[in-house]
Structure formats: structure tokens, C-alpha cells
């Protein structure tokens, strides 16, 4: 167990449809990270939330958001959903970012989840 | 922006073979810089790291050192196991407030008996 969960670990669903993925972060942890895992793009960054905050945004489309809430626990929502949206979602939390950028902490600062296995059908 | 390039896999190798998975990063400034692995129906767990030229982060036999000069962080391991079948990722931080990781797009490996 990395500390880091996701649930659910797999939803299949139709077109058109609207999901919502959770990560609850490592102990800690102010930061969340999402990725998207598709076959042909690799590991695509979405979006990252600090301590309640949007901080930055990756390649998300628009019927894609996310939020953190007061716990820490994040969530991605996915609507419209279409076939290409099919993949694999991970989230990762790490500490306190200037501690990450030096490099300090053991194992890199990063903890990724198992991740949630989505299906557009 | 920064960036990461990794070879094309897979890579498919005997068992006690060689290894080295080629990886080259563009990045301003100088960023710490990571291989994650990826077994099968797995998340991404670190495998080594190194935050500066010339380090040389190391992990379970594998080894990869950061050259500045090249731009590199190539991984290697001299004696590969079918339990190493996994996908490599090589990755490094970001250097904006978002401290993200930027990945390669990832390497598998497939080790025969």
C-alpha cells in the first residue's frame, strides 16, 4: 500500500456519460497530482491542486475538472464522456513542494496511487 | 517547455542480459531527475532518482547517473531478471511552481527465461 488511494480501480460506462474519480492523499501530503495513462499519449499531465488551490493545469480538457476538498481528498470528474477517454487515471500526492524540488525527501517526494482503470463503452 | 525523450521499446532481452534504457531530458536549469517503473496492473513506484550533475541514484542493481553535459539519465542494470518485465518511465521536475513530474513515454521491457 503507497499511502496514496484511488477509487474505484475500474468503471466501465457508456458515451455521454459523467464519472467522478477520487484520491484520498498520502498522511501529509499537501499536493495532488492527476496523470492521464493512455496507449498512444503516455503518462499526460492534467492537473495539480495544493492544499485546496488550483496550481497548475495540463492538457484537461474542458469536460474535465477537479477540486480538492478541506480533507485533502481530491476529485476528477469526467462528462461527455467519449471513447478516447478511455484509460488509465493515477494520482500522486508528495510533500511540501520546495522540499521536492531540493530533492530531500526519501523516495522522491512522490507517492502514486494504483490508479482507476476507466472504460468508455 | 521541458521535456523528457526516451527510446522506443519494447525492449525484449535473455534473462542475465544487459541492459540500458536511453533517456534524455530538455529542461532550463538544472532538474532532479527520476526512473519510475510500472509492473503489470501496477501504479508507478520510484525507482532511483538524483537531484544534481554527476549524481548516481541507484536501486535494486539498476544505476543511472545524472550528465549534464549530455543531458542525460540512462538506465542501466548488468544482469536483467524476468521479474524486471515491467514498463520504465524516465522523468523529471518541472521547473515552474507546479513542481510536476514530466515523464518519458515509457519503456517496456520484456525479459525472456
Known amino acids: 500500500d503507497s499511502g496514496v488511494t484511488q477509487t474505484p480501480k475500474h468503471l466501465i460506462t457508456a458515451t455521454g456519460q459523467r464519472v467522478t474519480l477520487r484520491c484520498s492523499p498520502r498522511?501529509?501530503?499537501?499536493?495532488v497530482y492527476w496523470y492521464q495513462q493512455s496507449l498512444d499519449q503516455g503518462l499526460q499531465f492534467l492537473i495539480q491542486?495544493?492544499?485546496?488551490?488550483?496550481?497548475a493545469k495540463g492538457n484537461i480538457l474542458e469536460r474535465f475538472s477537479a477540486q480538492q476538498f478541506p480533507d485533502l481528498h481530491s476529485e476528477l470528474n469526467l462528462s461527455s464522456l467519449e471513447l478516447g477517454d478511455s484509460a488509465l487515471y493515477f494520482c500522486?500526492?508528495?510533500?511540501?513542494?520546495?522540499?521536492?524540488?531540493?530533492?530531500?525527501?526519501?523516495?522522491?517526494?512522490?507517492?502514486f496511487g494504483s490508479g482507476t482503470r476507466l472504460t468508455v463503452v | 517547455g521541458d521535456s523528457v525523450t526516451q527510446m522506443e521499446g519494447p525492449v525484449t532481452l535473455s534473462e542475465e542480459a544487459f541492459l540500458t534504457i536511453n533517456c534524455t531530458y530538455t529542461?532550463?536549469?538544472?532538474?532532479?531527475l527520476f526512473w519510475y517503473v510500472q509492473y503489470p496492473g501496477e501504479g508507478l513506484q520510484l525507482l532511483l532518482k538524483a537531484t544534481k550533475a554527476d549524481d548516481k541514484g541507484s536501486n535494486k542493481g539498476f544505476e543511472a547517473t545524472y550528465r549534464k553535459e549530455t543531458t542525460s539519465f540512462h538506465l542501466e542494470k548488468g544482469s536483467v531478471q524476468v521479474s524486471d518485465s515491467a514498463v520504465y518511465f524516465c522523468?523529471?521536475?518541472?521547473?515552474?511552481?507546479?513542481?510536476?513530474?514530466?515523464f518519458g513515454s515509457g519503456t517496456r521491457l520484456l525479459v525472456r527465461p
Open positions: 522523468a523529471l521536475i518541472a521547473m515552474d511552481s507546479s513542481y510536476k513530474l514530466i
Open positions: 498522511s501529509g501530503d499537501l499536493s
Open positions: 491542486y495544493y492544499n485546496g488551490e488550483e496550481r
Open positions: 500522486a500526492s508528495s510533500v511540501a513542494q520546495q522540499v521536492v524540488w531540493a530533492g530531500l525527501t526519501e523516495g522522491g517526494g512522490y507517492t
Open positions: 529542461a532550463t536549469g538544472y532538474p532532479s
